[in-house]
């Protein structure tokens, strides 16, 4: 007798309402997971890469054990780059990781090490994040930026080298001490 009274027409409503409600809750959460930003899988991976770029006449030698190919940029780890200018200049940069940018040809470096080398001077760069914009040809630094010769040592949080003038800029915090040497 107690069954027949749960089962009344009255109780089917409320059941059918509940599992109308259920049956939206588990649409709208499926849903809702094709909406989420997912990280965009790369289009090519490669390991161990090697690959020369000449631009505008300078040769970059790039190497790194990883590199991924996605809209466009390439990310590479563990960076090693080469860059052999016409005019007789070399640099050598030492990066965690990378982002080239093939369209634009510009570069991101974070965690770099770098060393110049013209005529017969060195220089020795390093810093938090490295930027080279090719359309302007000049390197931007930001965060723990410290360049270095043979007897300066020049420390900023920000500063820029300019390739073809050769001006070099600190413009943040920076402290240049040297010996007479």
């Not at 940018?101 to 060195?122: G, I, P, V, W, Y």
């Not at 270095?148 to 413009?171: D, F, Q, V």
Request: hydrophobic share 40%; charged share 25%.
């Amino acid at each position: 007798m107690m069954l027949k009274g749960l089962l009344s027409k009255h109780y089917y409503k409320y059941i059918l309402f509940f599992l109308l409600v259920l049956f939206v809750f588990y649409l709208y959460k499926d849903f809702n997971l094709s909406m989420k930003k997912i990280d965009i899988v790369p289009d090519v991976v490669v390991n161990n890469m090697k690959m020369t770029r000449y631009i505008d006449g300078d040769r970059w030698d790039f190497k790194s054990p990883k590199v991924e190919h996605k809209n466009g940029e390439m990310f590479a780890t563990s960076l090693d780059l080469t860059i052999s200018t016409k005019d007789n200049k070399k640099v050598y940069v030492l990066a965690n990781n990378a982002i080239y940018n093939k369209a634009t040809s510009n570069l991101e470096l974070m965690f770099s090490k770098t060393r110049l080398e013209e005529q017969d001077k060195t220089y020795y760069l390093s810093a938090d994040y490295t930027n080279y914009n090719d359309n302007e040809k000049v390197w931007r630094f930001k965060d723990n930026l410290s360049i270095s010769t043979k007897n300066i040592i020049a420390t900023s949080m920000l500063g820029e080298y300019n390739m073809i003038s050769g001006i070099c800029i600190l413009s943040k915090d920076a402290v240049i001490t040297w010996d007479k040497e």
